[in-house]
């Protein structure tokens, strides 16, 4: 029975907690939405780095990779905190 009233009704701390987990989760969505826009503006410089850059190299490229894995990783972990966090009846 004690699991159960505390389940429904949670105490400060834990309301506290799940609040800050929410707002960490909703910056990181945000800074993945500004990296993403951020990306995709760049992304048309992409074509003039690809046919102008000698050989094998395009620092370029490898730059947006490593923002599309950025924004891969704060985007789950944005939506995994702010969908896990306990909801306050």
């Known amino acids: 029975m004690h699991e159960i009233s505390e389940v429904r009704r949670p105490s ?7 609040g800050l987990r929410r707002d960490l989760g909703r910056t990181l969505l945000v800074l993945a939405a500004q990296l993403a826009f951020i990306t995709a503006v760049l992304a048309g410089w ?4 690809l046919a102008y850059a000698p050989d094998g ?18 985007g789950i972990a944005g939506w995994f905190l702010l ?7």
Do not use: E, H
């Open 46 to 49: 992409l074509g003039k780095d």
């Open 12 to 18: 400060a701390d834990l309301l506290t907690t799940a």
């Open 57 to 74: 190299a395009q620092p370029l490229s490898y730059d947006l990779s490593v923002a599309v894995c950025f924004i891969l990783a704060l």
């Open 83 to 89: 969908r896990n966090a306990p909801q306050a009846d």
